[in-house]
């Protein structure tokens, strides 16, 4: 309680001098937080904030109905440049575009296929608008070789400069061409060349079988978008590689022609994250004119796929696709994320209904590897693995990926981006969402309660 009422005071001081946050001192008491190395919530403690940065965790006694702190999520690729309605984001959209990824609990986001983002950082600092911390990829190169406009944001095949004011991921379009396959000889020496130089070559792949293979094959170590029905990952002989499905695009894309569907989705959507509800929930109606869908398949033979490769699971990357149509801050990551719980849980279901089976030989000697994180027996709170799991990649794997200064932990001595949560986020469905409040380097930027004027409950 008196947690709160910090909070709340410290949102009602920066209506009247924002600049008073800069060296707000924060202190949450008896709160449980994220201990990444257990993948589970850690005992009682007392968390001390200063000048941005976590001073001082330390043991404290147990009291009922804690908050809880999670280290600030990241996104590995939005777009911030259309407003998921079909248009461009105007000046005036983007606080509410920023506030959204911060009422989800993101700190950090990956910028692709966005002009030069240098000019909304400096409208963000002039501005003083609350924001999580950008990065931008580089110019995307689109393959094989394609026209492109005066202007275009993205680069033709596979040769193109570097901009050394953007970070290191190198995203590669593979969208086939008249059912061309394209040359592995060529995506192989554009993946050594840019780690020769310490990039990293990124593939999307646009469920496309081919570009799927073709990725594998010559060597990628992340890729996005959902893998198509077929796709033989045998030949990447099982190696490691970082997977970001994005199935929440494909999903809407099918939901569109699903009105009824779209609606009750659309309230759950507003329940689990409230600045979608307030903001954007009344701005999209299904008409007649985007109730066509873009896929050529169901979800449902992607999320088929997605059961049937089960070691896939332990490489997860997180990436909303916020800016596709339908997809807007904050609430993307909640699409995303209902749907990787419902597609691990049903795996979970059907692994342990295959527990009673005989133990083949080799497994007998060396043990089974483990593609899931293990439970830990002794917290009666902690509920499913999956929902462990789920954290885990929006936040160490994540946030390493995107090279986010917390690096996706909660530690002494680090930087103070988290968000704070009313109950336990392991006991029920999406209870990752909604946050409390966010905090980010020692600045509360989010609130879901905010204070009347002249008061501070």
């Known amino acids: 309680m008196k947690n709160r009422r ?9 209506a009247i001098a924002p ?29 001390d904030v200063n000048q ?43 606080p509410k575009v920023l506030s959204g990824f911060l009422s989800a609990g993101f700190s950090h986001i990956e910028s692709v296929a966005d002009p030069n983002l240098s000019a909304l950082s400096t409208e963000i600092s002039k501005s003083k608008w609350n924001a999580p911390i950008l990065s931008q990829s580089q110019k995307p ?101 970082l997977w970001a499905p994005l199935f929440g695009i494909v999903y809407l894309q099918e939901l569109r022609g699903k009105p009824d569907e779209w609606k009750e989705e659309q309230k759950i959507w507003s329940e689990l994250n409230p600045h979608f509800g307030k903001t954007w929930k009344e701005s999209l109606v299904l008409d007649g004119e985007n ?11 992607y999320a088929s796929q997605f059961r049937l490769e089960k070691e896939t699971h332990s490489h997860l990357l997180f990436a909303s696709g916020a800016g596709h149509f339908g997809l807007f801050p904050g609430q993307a990551a909640v699409v995303e994320v209902r749907l990787w719980e419902s597609l691990l849980q049903e795996t979970e279901k059907k692994s342990e209904r295959l527990k009673d089976r005989a133990v083949p030989f080799w497994e007998s000697l060396f043990g089974q590897k483990s593609l899931t994180l293990l439970p830990i027996q002794n917290d009666v709170e902690s509920l499913p693995r999956v929902r462990r799991q789920i954290i885990q990649t929006l936040t160490e794997t994540t946030c390493q990926y995107v090279g986010a200064d917390h690096g996706g932990k909660l530690r002494v001595g680090g930087p103070a981006h988290f968000s704070v949560l009313a109950e336990n986020p ?11 409040s966010m905090v980010l380097g020692g600045k509360l930027v989010y609130t879901s309660k905010p204070t009347k004027e002249g008061t501070a409950k």
């Open 6 to 14: 910090l909070l709340s005071l410290t949102l009602f001081l920066s």
């Open 19 to 47: 600049s008073i946050l800069l060296s707000q001192n924060l202190k949450f008491r008896s709160v449980r937080i994220w201990d990444s190395e257990k993948a589970n919530f850690s005992g009682f403690v007392d968390v």
């Open 52 to 94: 941005g940065k976590i001073v001082s965790i330390k043991n404290a006694k147990e009291t009922k109905n804690p908050e809880y702190l999670l280290p600030g999520f990241c996104d590995a690729s939005v777009t911030l440049g259309t407003n998921s309605l079909g248009g461009k984001t105007t000046r005036t959209e983007f």
């Open 141 to 241: 190169h689109l393959y094989p070789e394609l026209p492109l406009g005066e202007g275009a944001i993205y680069q033709s095949g596979l040769k193109g400069n570097v901009d050394p004011k953007r970070n290191r991921h190198v995203p590669i379009f593979l969208k086939e061409n008249e059912n061309k396959g394209f040359s592995q000889t060529e995506l192989f020496s554009k993946r050594k060349e840019l780690e020769t130089n310490g990039q990293l070559a990124v593939a999307y792949t646009f469920a496309d079988q081919t570009s799927w293979e073709d990725a594998l094959d010559t060597g990628f170590s992340v890729l996005f978008h959902p893998m198509p029905e077929g796709t033989n990952l045998f030949r990447a002989q099982k190696r490691d590689f």
């Open 291 to 301: 109730l066509a869908t873009e896929s050529n398949l169901p979800f449902s033979v």
């Open 426 to 436: 392991l006991k029920r469905t999406s209870g990752i969402f909604p946050i409390e």
